[in-house]
Structure formats: structure tokens, C-alpha cells
């Protein structure tokens, strides 16, 4: 009996101080917003937050500030590029700016937990804009793992967000969207941002009653999308089908990369490779079939007919021998790979076709 009254104790007065340090909140717009993002995903959302404070009859937002991470990239971070380029007040997490200033709170591939403290400050708690059907793809690559698996159908969740774990809180919104053939990550990318940047802001425009509306995300369906990892970029000749090949391409692009070291091994086997000349094309045998190479990333770009002429044009000649089909890219193998794979011949990167 003490127990409970004790925890009912503290999560009175919890709750207490969040009221204290969000004073009273707005009951309509316009909204103070505090944005939290990183990359071109967000930057599409945060664009359109700040085309919502253009002055106008009925604005939708009079304040708008934002939090990203700390990057040593020469570019910049996208979200910070684009504040600075609204001259946006920026904060570098865990920087976030003045407490109890703003209304709302709004995520976008942030990657970073908020306290429970930090989500109290906001009236109207935090949004989270998020690009998967939840709770398909929780996690911090969907769009990634989407194109990797096949998905016909995705779409984008806009939620509230909850501390201690990521994406699991009550559905605000969501849309489907039906996955164009072909498509990249980078492509579907660009149209799940516009998207999500649509639904925050109609969101927005109706939001005490949107979140009266708010239901809980089902059980059933849970999948995750962890980060791309370099084992999940190689290609595994003997295991993957020309398909898989193909998606494993239009999900992470130039960042798949495969061993480029030549074996002699008789037959035509997982790897092997041979050059089609008419097409100017490589073509790698995987399971179940054959999967064409038209760039090969070593130092530099190679187009298939110099990586023929550069590297198997002269190991036929030193190997006169042996068959065509004996020439072969050998399946990655990371388990002895760390700080050193890079020496020597230590992998390529392909850009491929359907063979």
C-alpha cells in the first residue's frame, strides 16, 4: 500500500513540474515549435515549418528554433544547413535551447531518445515524423529495409513520442503510399519526405483534436530496421538470388561492396565472371542466375569495359589455361575483416542491372 502510494506520489509530481515548465499552453495556433532532425528526410519537414511561419491571416507558426547533432562532415548536416540558411536559431544536442519555451515538439530521423524530463516540457508533448507504415520498420533505417524487402506498400506515421524506446507511441496519422517498381531508397526517400512534410503540417492545423484522436499501434505486424551494417552491403553470391541482388543496389546504392580478388576455380560457380561485350556489361553468376555490373567502384568509377580491360583482360592472359568461367568475385568475408580491409585489393563497389 506504501509502494503504491508512493509511486501515485511521484508521478503527481511529475506531472506537476511538467505543468510548471510549460506554463499554459496555447489552445490554438500559431505554435511555438522546437524541431529535432538531421538529414534530407527532416530538412523536407523542417522546410515546411518554416514556410508556415510566412506571415499571413491565420498563421500556423510565430516561433521556430532547432536541435540536431554535432558533424564533422565538410558539408554540414542537411537540417543544419537548412537553418542556417532560414537563419534559424540551431542548438547541438544535448543542447536543447530555453525550457518550457515552446508548445510542440517535432522529430524527424533525429536518432537520439528524449527524456521523459525534456518531453514534459512541451504541452503538446512531441511529434515524430516517421517514414514507415508502423509498426512496420521500427526503427532508424525503414525506408532502407523497405526497399531491401520487397515492400510494395510503405507509407509514413506521424506519432507521439514516447522516452525509453524508439517509435512506439500512439498513431497520430498515418498514409500508405504503394512503392513505385524500380525505386531506390534515395527515390522513395524524396517522395516520403514530401509526404511527411504535408501530414506534420495538417497535423498542425488541427492539433489538440488530432491528438484526442491518437490510437495505439497494434501488436501484430512489429518489424525492425537497425542500421545498415557493412555484412548487410556485401553480396552473397551463393545465397542471393539475382532479385535480391538487385534490391540490395536500389536500397543502399553505392555503398554495396564485394571482394574484388580473382580465384581460379573450375566452372561456373557462385561469382563467377564473365564480360559481355556487345553490352558493355559484366555479368556475375548468383543463385539461381545471373545478375549484370555496368560500374565498378575500386579507387575510382569503373565503367565495366575498363574494369575488363584494367583487371580481367590481363588475368585471362596470365591465366591462358584456365576457362572463362574460372574467373570469379569471391563473397566477402567479414569475420577476419577490421581495421586492414582495405589494403590490398580489400573490396568494390557495383552498380548493377537486371542480366
Known amino acids: 500500500m506504501r509502494g503504491r502510494l508512493l509511486r501515485a506520489w511521484r508521478e503527481g509530481a511529475a506531472a506537476a513540474r511538467g505543468l510548471a515548465e510549460r506554463g499554459a499552453p496555447r489552445g490554438k495556433p500559431p505554435w511555438r515549435v522546437l524541431f529535432f532532425g538531421t538529414d534530407d528526410f527532416a530538412a523536407e519537414s523542417l522546410r515546411a515549418l518554416e514556410a508556415a511561419r510566412e506571415p499571413r491571416e491565420e498563421p500556423l507558426i510565430d516561433r521556430l528554433e532547432v536541435v540536431t547533432l554535432p558533424s564533422a562532415l565538410p558539408r554540414g548536416l542537411p537540417v543544419k544547413n537548412c537553418a542556417k540558411q532560414f537563419q534559424l536559431p540551431t542548438h547541438d544536442w544535448p543542447d536543447t535551447g530555453p525550457s518550457g519555451q515552446f508548445d510542440v515538439g517535432v522529430v524527424a530521423s533525429f536518432g537520439r531518445l528524449l527524456s521523459e524530463d525534456l518531453i514534459l516540457q512541451f504541452p503538446y508533448g512531441v511529434l515524430n515524423v516517421h517514414p514507415s507504415y508502423l509498426p512496420r520498420w521500427r526503427g532508424p533505417a525503414p525506408i532502407v529495409h523497405a526497399v531491401l524487402h520487397g515492400d510494395t506498400v510503405t507509407g509514413v506515421t506521424i506519432m507521439q513520442i514516447k522516452p525509453k524506446r524508439f517509435d512506439v507511441g500512439p498513431i497520430i496519422k498515418q498514409e ?122 575500386l579507387k575510382k568509377r569503373l565503367t565495366a569495359a575498363d574494369f575488363y580491360n584494367g583487371y580481367l583482360h590481363p588475368w585471362f592472359q596470365q591465366n591462358s589455361k584456365t576457362l572463362h568461367g574460372d574467373c570469379r568475385f569471391h563473397t566477402l568475408k567479414l569475420t577476419t575483416v577490421k581495421k586492414t580491409e582495405r589494403k590490398g585489393n580489400g573490396g568494390a563497389q557495383f552498380k548493377t542491372k537486371s542480366a
Not at 551463393?238 to 576455380?265: C, D, F, K, M, S
Request: charged share 20%; net charge positive; hydrophobic share 40%.
Open 176 to 297: 500508405k503510399y504503394a512503392v513505385p517498381s524500380q525505386c531506390t531508397a534515395k527515390e522513395l526517400e524524396v517522395i516520403l519526405s514530401k509526404l511527411g512534410a504535408n501530414m506534420l503540417i495538417s497535423v498542425l492545423k488541427n492539433l489538440p483534436e488530432s491528438l484526442k484522436n491518437t490510437r495505439e499501434q497494434p501488436n501484430e505486424g512489429v518489424t525492425f530496421a537497425p542500421k545498415v551494417t557493412i555484412a548487410v552491403s556485401c553480396i552473397k553470391w551463393e545465397e542471393q538470388t539475382p532479385e535480391q541482388i538487385l534490391r540490395l543496389q536500389r536500397a543502399i546504392g553505392a555503398t554495396v561492396r564485394q571482394n574484388n580478388q580473382l580465384l581460379n576455380e573450375h566452372g561456373i560457380v557462385p561469382g563467377s565472371v564473365l564480360y559481355h561485350k556487345s553490352s558493355q556489361t559484366l555479368v556475375v553468376r548468383c543463385k539461381e542466375g545471373w545478375v549484370g555490373v555496368k560500374t565498378v567502384i
